[in-house]
Protein backbone atom coordinates (compact mmCIF):
# COMPACT_ATOMS: atom_id res chain seq x y z
CA UNK A 1 0.00 0.00 0.00
CA UNK A 2 2.65 2.06 1.21
CA UNK A 3 4.43 1.42 -1.77
CA UNK A 4 1.72 2.06 -4.29
CA UNK A 5 1.35 5.46 -2.77
CA UNK A 6 4.69 6.73 -2.76
CA UNK A 7 5.04 5.25 -6.54
CA UNK A 8 1.81 7.56 -7.66
CA UNK A 9 2.49 10.91 -5.00
CA UNK A 10 6.65 10.58 -7.06
CA UNK A 11 4.89 12.10 -10.18
CA UNK A 12 3.84 15.48 -8.51
CA UNK A 13 6.51 18.16 -9.61
CA UNK A 14 6.51 19.37 -5.66
CA UNK A 15 7.64 15.63 -4.49
CA UNK A 16 10.07 15.51 -6.84
CA UNK A 17 11.32 19.18 -6.31
CA UNK A 18 11.40 18.60 -2.71
CA UNK A 19 13.64 14.96 -2.97
CA UNK A 20 16.10 16.13 -6.25
CA UNK A 21 16.55 18.97 -4.21
CA UNK A 22 17.43 17.94 -0.50
CA UNK A 23 21.20 17.71 0.28
CA UNK A 24 20.44 14.80 2.23
CA UNK A 25 19.04 13.00 -1.14
CA UNK A 26 23.07 12.66 -2.27
CA UNK A 27 24.43 10.32 0.08
CA UNK A 28 21.35 8.08 -0.56
CA UNK A 29 21.59 8.41 -4.67
CA UNK A 30 25.15 7.40 -4.14
CA UNK A 31 24.25 4.27 -2.06
CA UNK A 32 21.97 3.37 -5.37
CA UNK A 33 23.75 5.20 -8.13
CA UNK A 34 27.72 4.56 -9.90
CA UNK A 35 28.08 8.63 -10.51
CA UNK A 36 27.18 10.95 -13.34
CA UNK A 37 29.31 10.12 -15.94
CA UNK A 38 30.67 7.33 -17.88
CA UNK A 39 34.14 7.55 -16.45
CA UNK A 40 32.22 6.78 -12.69
CA UNK A 41 30.23 3.78 -14.36
CA UNK A 42 33.69 2.46 -16.05
CA UNK A 43 35.51 2.98 -12.24
CA UNK A 44 32.51 0.53 -10.48
CA UNK A 45 33.10 -1.50 -13.47
CA UNK A 46 36.74 -1.73 -12.94
CA UNK A 47 35.93 -2.79 -8.86
CA UNK A 48 32.84 -4.96 -9.38
CA UNK A 49 35.14 -6.86 -11.78
CA UNK A 50 38.08 -7.16 -9.92
CA UNK A 51 36.35 -8.86 -7.21
CA UNK A 52 34.87 -11.28 -9.75
CA UNK A 53 31.52 -9.77 -10.05
CA UNK A 54 29.57 -9.44 -14.21
CA UNK A 55 27.76 -5.98 -14.52
CA UNK A 56 25.13 -3.95 -16.67
CA UNK A 57 25.22 -0.78 -17.22
CA UNK A 58 22.04 1.79 -17.41
CA UNK A 59 22.19 5.19 -18.46
CA UNK A 60 19.35 6.68 -16.50
CA UNK A 61 16.43 8.47 -17.80
CA UNK A 62 13.06 7.61 -18.94
CA UNK A 63 10.18 8.40 -20.93
CA UNK A 64 11.81 10.45 -23.39
CA UNK A 65 9.59 12.54 -25.87
CA UNK A 66 11.88 14.05 -27.76
CA UNK A 67 14.08 12.48 -30.99
CA UNK A 68 17.12 14.66 -30.16
CA UNK A 69 17.35 13.71 -26.41
CA UNK A 70 16.58 9.80 -27.78
CA UNK A 71 19.54 9.90 -29.90
CA UNK A 72 21.84 11.23 -27.27
CA UNK A 73 20.90 8.33 -25.12
CA UNK A 74 22.31 6.26 -27.86
CA UNK A 75 25.21 8.22 -28.46
CA UNK A 76 26.01 7.61 -24.40
CA UNK A 77 25.84 4.46 -24.81
CA UNK A 78 27.83 3.94 -27.43
CA UNK A 79 30.35 6.26 -25.99
CA UNK A 80 30.01 3.91 -22.86
CA UNK A 81 30.68 0.94 -24.68
CA UNK A 82 33.75 2.27 -26.10
CA UNK A 83 35.22 3.31 -23.04
CA UNK A 84 34.43 -0.30 -21.75
CA UNK A 85 36.31 -2.24 -24.60
CA UNK A 86 39.14 -0.11 -24.17
CA UNK A 87 39.54 -1.08 -20.78
CA UNK A 88 39.55 -4.66 -21.49
CA UNK A 89 35.80 -4.59 -19.59
CA UNK A 90 33.62 -6.14 -22.25
CA UNK A 91 35.22 -9.14 -23.08
CA UNK A 92 32.95 -12.02 -23.04
CA UNK A 93 30.49 -10.55 -21.80
CA UNK A 94 31.61 -9.92 -18.31
CA UNK A 95 30.22 -6.13 -18.94
CA UNK A 96 27.11 -5.04 -20.84
CA UNK A 97 24.17 -2.72 -20.90
CA UNK A 98 20.74 -2.38 -20.29
CA UNK A 99 18.77 0.23 -22.16
CA UNK A 100 15.25 1.52 -20.86
CA UNK A 101 13.21 1.47 -24.12
CA UNK A 102 10.98 4.57 -23.09
CA UNK A 103 14.72 6.20 -22.71
CA UNK A 104 15.52 5.74 -26.81
CA UNK A 105 11.90 6.68 -28.08
CA UNK A 106 9.13 3.92 -27.77
CA UNK A 107 6.81 6.13 -26.38
CA UNK A 108 7.04 8.77 -29.24
CA UNK A 109 7.59 6.04 -31.89
CA UNK A 110 8.46 2.31 -31.79
CA UNK A 111 10.12 2.42 -35.22
CA UNK A 112 12.05 4.76 -33.79
CA UNK A 113 12.68 3.58 -30.24
CA UNK A 114 13.71 -0.11 -32.55
CA UNK A 115 16.65 1.88 -35.14
CA UNK A 116 18.31 3.30 -31.90
CA UNK A 117 18.14 -0.08 -29.98
CA UNK A 118 19.41 -1.57 -32.97
CA UNK A 119 21.98 0.88 -32.89
CA UNK A 120 23.01 0.54 -29.16
CA UNK A 121 23.33 -4.06 -29.75
CA UNK A 122 25.30 -2.93 -33.31
CA UNK A 123 28.12 -1.23 -30.79
CA UNK A 124 27.66 -3.81 -28.20
CA UNK A 125 28.20 -6.81 -30.28
CA UNK A 126 31.18 -4.38 -32.24
CA UNK A 127 32.45 -4.03 -28.51
CA UNK A 128 32.15 -8.07 -28.00
CA UNK A 129 29.10 -7.57 -25.02
CA UNK A 130 25.56 -7.80 -25.13
CA UNK A 131 22.19 -5.36 -24.87
CA UNK A 132 19.27 -6.20 -21.87
CA UNK A 133 16.16 -4.39 -22.43
CA UNK A 134 14.48 -3.00 -19.25
CA UNK A 135 11.05 -3.39 -18.68
CA UNK A 136 8.71 -0.84 -17.56
CA UNK A 137 5.55 0.01 -16.70
CA UNK A 138 2.36 -2.23 -18.97
CA UNK A 139 1.51 0.02 -21.56
CA UNK A 140 5.74 -0.64 -22.85
CA UNK A 141 5.85 -4.37 -22.31
CA UNK A 142 3.80 -5.71 -25.26
CA UNK A 143 5.91 -3.03 -27.84
CA UNK A 144 8.90 -4.03 -25.90
CA UNK A 145 8.65 -7.65 -26.36
CA UNK A 146 7.85 -7.03 -29.73
CA UNK A 147 11.41 -5.06 -30.55
CA UNK A 148 12.98 -7.69 -28.85
CA UNK A 149 11.19 -10.78 -31.04
CA UNK A 150 12.01 -8.20 -34.27
CA UNK A 151 15.60 -7.85 -33.51
CA UNK A 152 16.76 -11.49 -32.40
CA UNK A 153 17.34 -12.36 -35.84
CA UNK A 154 19.83 -10.24 -35.86
CA UNK A 155 21.31 -9.70 -32.34
CA UNK A 156 20.47 -13.43 -30.86
CA UNK A 157 21.83 -12.49 -27.75
CA UNK A 158 19.76 -9.45 -27.23
CA UNK A 159 17.90 -10.00 -23.83
CA UNK A 160 14.69 -8.67 -22.29
CA UNK A 161 13.18 -8.67 -18.77
CA UNK A 162 9.90 -10.42 -17.51
CA UNK A 163 8.51 -8.92 -14.78
CA UNK A 164 6.68 -11.74 -12.54
CA UNK A 165 4.14 -9.32 -10.75
CA UNK A 166 2.12 -9.40 -14.18
CA UNK A 167 -0.34 -11.76 -15.03
CA UNK A 168 0.70 -12.11 -18.44
CA UNK A 169 4.15 -13.23 -17.64
CA UNK A 170 3.98 -16.93 -16.75
CA UNK A 171 2.65 -17.06 -20.85
CA UNK A 172 5.66 -14.87 -22.22
CA UNK A 173 8.18 -16.98 -20.36
CA UNK A 174 6.68 -20.30 -21.81
CA UNK A 175 6.99 -18.83 -24.92
CA UNK A 176 10.84 -17.16 -24.56
CA UNK A 177 11.95 -20.21 -22.61
CA UNK A 178 12.14 -22.51 -25.56
CA UNK A 179 14.12 -20.00 -27.77
CA UNK A 180 17.62 -19.99 -26.16
CA UNK A 181 16.60 -16.56 -25.15
CA UNK A 182 18.80 -14.31 -22.63
CA UNK A 183 15.59 -13.53 -20.20
CA UNK A 184 15.71 -11.63 -16.84
CA UNK A 185 12.97 -12.01 -14.62
CA UNK A 186 12.33 -10.01 -12.12
CA UNK A 187 9.44 -9.11 -9.78
CA UNK A 188 8.50 -5.99 -11.00
CA UNK A 189 9.13 -2.41 -9.79
CA UNK A 190 6.40 -0.57 -11.19
CA UNK A 191 2.68 -0.24 -9.80
CA UNK A 192 0.19 -1.52 -12.06
CA UNK A 193 -3.86 -2.41 -11.41
CA UNK A 194 -4.77 -5.84 -10.73
CA UNK A 195 -6.46 -6.52 -13.71
CA UNK A 196 -3.02 -6.95 -15.13
CA UNK A 197 -0.71 -7.81 -12.05
CA UNK A 198 -0.85 -9.32 -8.61
CA UNK A 199 -0.42 -6.99 -5.87
CA UNK A 200 -0.28 -9.01 -2.77
CA UNK A 201 4.13 -9.65 -2.07
CA UNK A 202 3.10 -13.22 -1.51
CA UNK A 203 1.09 -13.59 -4.93
CA UNK A 204 3.99 -11.78 -6.56
CA UNK A 205 6.58 -14.54 -5.35
CA UNK A 206 4.87 -17.25 -5.96
CA UNK A 207 4.57 -15.86 -9.70
CA UNK A 208 8.32 -15.79 -9.69
CA UNK A 209 8.93 -19.10 -8.55
CA UNK A 210 6.95 -20.19 -11.13
CA UNK A 211 8.60 -18.26 -13.92
CA UNK A 212 12.10 -19.35 -12.68
CA UNK A 213 10.77 -22.98 -12.90
CA UNK A 214 9.56 -22.59 -16.81
CA UNK A 215 12.84 -20.49 -17.59
CA UNK A 216 15.44 -22.77 -15.79
CA UNK A 217 13.54 -25.96 -17.45
CA UNK A 218 13.90 -24.21 -20.66
CA UNK A 219 16.38 -24.02 -23.35
CA UNK A 220 17.88 -20.27 -22.90
CA UNK A 221 20.14 -18.39 -20.37
CA UNK A 222 17.28 -17.22 -17.44
CA UNK A 223 18.78 -14.29 -15.43
CA UNK A 224 17.94 -14.37 -12.11
CA UNK A 225 16.51 -10.88 -10.58
CA UNK A 226 16.24 -10.61 -7.44
CA UNK A 227 17.97 -9.97 -3.80
CA UNK A 228 15.08 -12.18 -1.86
CA UNK A 229 17.13 -15.39 -0.05
CA UNK A 230 14.58 -18.12 -0.71
CA UNK A 231 13.94 -17.38 -4.42
CA UNK A 232 17.63 -17.49 -4.69
CA UNK A 233 18.17 -20.67 -2.88
CA UNK A 234 15.10 -22.34 -5.26
CA UNK A 235 17.31 -20.93 -7.89
CA UNK A 236 20.09 -23.18 -6.90
CA UNK A 237 18.16 -26.03 -5.94
CA UNK A 238 16.48 -25.55 -9.48
CA UNK A 239 19.97 -25.44 -10.77
CA UNK A 240 20.72 -29.08 -9.56
CA UNK A 241 17.43 -30.11 -10.59
CA UNK A 242 17.65 -29.44 -13.78
CA UNK A 243 21.22 -30.22 -14.11
CA UNK A 244 22.22 -27.12 -15.55
CA UNK A 245 25.83 -26.19 -15.52
CA UNK A 246 27.35 -23.02 -13.59
CA UNK A 247 27.90 -20.73 -16.86
CA UNK A 248 24.03 -21.47 -17.92
CA UNK A 249 22.38 -18.75 -15.91
CA UNK A 250 22.75 -16.05 -13.63
CA UNK A 251 22.56 -14.63 -10.85
CA UNK A 252 21.59 -10.61 -10.87
CA UNK A 253 21.85 -7.99 -8.13
CA UNK A 254 20.83 -4.32 -7.92
CA UNK A 255 24.34 -1.76 -7.27
CA UNK A 256 24.25 -1.02 -3.24
CA UNK A 257 21.99 -3.83 -2.03
CA UNK A 258 23.11 -7.10 -0.26
CA UNK A 259 26.68 -6.47 -1.80
CA UNK A 260 28.18 -9.37 0.79
CA UNK A 261 25.62 -11.58 -0.93
CA UNK A 262 26.70 -10.66 -4.36
CA UNK A 263 30.19 -11.38 -3.16
CA UNK A 264 29.28 -14.47 -1.82
CA UNK A 265 27.12 -16.09 -4.64
CA UNK A 266 30.28 -15.14 -6.86
CA UNK A 267 32.68 -16.84 -4.49
CA UNK A 268 30.82 -19.86 -5.02
CA UNK A 269 31.36 -19.98 -8.34
CA UNK A 270 28.38 -18.63 -9.93
CA UNK A 271 27.76 -15.93 -12.58
CA UNK A 272 26.46 -13.15 -10.47
CA UNK A 273 25.74 -9.53 -12.23
CA UNK A 274 25.51 -6.12 -10.77
CA UNK A 275 23.05 -4.02 -12.18
CA UNK A 276 24.79 -0.15 -12.32
CA UNK A 277 23.16 2.89 -12.94
CA UNK A 278 24.57 6.10 -13.85
CA UNK A 279 24.02 9.46 -15.20
CA UNK A 280 21.87 12.52 -13.74
CA UNK A 281 18.51 11.50 -14.14
CA UNK A 282 18.36 9.17 -10.93
CA UNK A 283 14.81 10.36 -9.19
CA UNK A 284 12.88 7.84 -10.97
CA UNK A 285 14.95 5.01 -9.97
CA UNK A 286 15.81 6.02 -6.17
CA UNK A 287 12.07 6.66 -5.97
CA UNK A 288 11.71 3.21 -7.17
CA UNK A 289 14.40 1.68 -4.80
CA UNK A 290 12.89 4.13 -1.59
CA UNK A 291 9.08 2.18 -2.40
CA UNK A 292 10.58 -1.27 -2.29
CA UNK A 293 11.59 -1.15 1.41
CA UNK A 294 9.67 1.36 4.20
CA UNK A 295 12.81 0.76 6.02
CA UNK A 296 14.85 3.26 3.58
CA UNK A 297 11.94 5.33 3.32
CA UNK A 298 11.58 5.97 6.86
CA UNK A 299 15.51 6.46 6.90
CA UNK A 300 14.91 9.12 4.36
CA UNK A 301 12.21 10.97 5.61
CA UNK A 302 13.59 11.19 9.16
CA UNK A 303 17.02 12.53 7.41
CA UNK A 304 15.17 15.04 5.87
CA UNK A 305 12.81 16.42 8.90
CA UNK A 306 16.09 16.03 11.07
CA UNK A 307 18.13 18.44 8.83
CA UNK A 308 15.45 21.31 7.27
P1 LIG B 1 12.03 -7.88 -2.44
O1 LIG B 1 11.63 -6.49 -2.76
O2 LIG B 1 11.02 -8.77 -1.78
O3 LIG B 1 13.35 -7.81 -1.57
C1 LIG B 1 13.97 -8.96 -1.01
C2 LIG B 1 15.05 -8.49 -0.05
O4 LIG B 1 16.05 -7.75 -0.78
C3 LIG B 1 14.55 -7.49 1.00
O5 LIG B 1 14.02 -8.14 2.10
C4 LIG B 1 15.82 -6.74 1.29
O6 LIG B 1 16.67 -7.49 2.13
C5 LIG B 1 16.48 -6.62 -0.06
N1 LIG B 1 16.09 -5.39 -0.77
C6 LIG B 1 15.23 -5.30 -1.81
N2 LIG B 1 15.12 -4.03 -2.25
C7 LIG B 1 15.92 -3.29 -1.46
C8 LIG B 1 16.26 -1.92 -1.43
N3 LIG B 1 15.73 -1.04 -2.29
N4 LIG B 1 17.13 -1.49 -0.48
C9 LIG B 1 17.68 -2.38 0.39
N5 LIG B 1 17.40 -3.71 0.40
C10 LIG B 1 16.54 -4.15 -0.51
N6 LIG B 1 12.12 -4.02 -12.27
C11 LIG B 1 11.38 -3.73 -13.36
O7 LIG B 1 10.18 -3.48 -13.23
N7 LIG B 1 11.95 -3.73 -14.60
C12 LIG B 1 13.26 -4.04 -14.80
O8 LIG B 1 13.73 -4.01 -15.94
C13 LIG B 1 14.04 -4.35 -13.66
N8 LIG B 1 15.36 -4.66 -13.79
C14 LIG B 1 16.05 -5.14 -12.70
C15 LIG B 1 17.34 -5.62 -12.84
C16 LIG B 1 17.99 -6.17 -11.78
C17 LIG B 1 19.38 -6.72 -11.96
C18 LIG B 1 17.36 -6.26 -10.50
C19 LIG B 1 18.02 -6.91 -9.33
C20 LIG B 1 16.10 -5.75 -10.34
C21 LIG B 1 15.43 -5.18 -11.41
N9 LIG B 1 14.16 -4.65 -11.27
C22 LIG B 1 13.43 -4.33 -12.40
C23 LIG B 1 13.61 -4.38 -9.91
C24 LIG B 1 12.77 -5.54 -9.39
O9 LIG B 1 11.59 -5.64 -10.13
C25 LIG B 1 12.42 -5.35 -7.91
O10 LIG B 1 11.68 -4.18 -7.78
C26 LIG B 1 13.61 -5.28 -6.99
O11 LIG B 1 14.62 -6.14 -7.38
C27 LIG B 1 13.21 -5.69 -5.55
O12 LIG B 1 12.67 -6.98 -5.57
P2 LIG B 1 13.38 -8.29 -4.96
O13 LIG B 1 13.19 -9.39 -5.93
O14 LIG B 1 14.76 -7.99 -4.59
O15 LIG B 1 12.48 -8.68 -3.73
Known amino acids: MLRRTLLAA ?16 R ?14 AVRV ?14 YLGED ?46 AA ?14 EAGTTVTLDAEHYEAIEPTLRIAAG ?8 GCVIQACLRRSAADCQSLAGHGTRVRLCKGAYSEPDTVAYRARGDVDLAYARCLKVLMNGSGYPMM ?15 MLTGR ?21 ANTGARMRVYVPYGGDWYGYLVRRLAERPRNLAFFVRSLRSKN
Open 10 to 25: SRSPRLRQLIVSAPQT
Open 151 to 158: LRNEFPDL
Open 112 to 125: LARENIAQIAAAAR
Open 27 to 40: SIVESYVAGETADD
Open 45 to 58: TRALRAAGLLVTLD
Open 64 to 109: TTDEAQAAAVVDEYVKLLAKLSADGLTHGGAAEVSVKPTAVGLTLD
Open 225 to 239: ATHDPRLIEITGSLA
Open 245 to 265: SEDSFEYQMLYGIRPGEQRRL
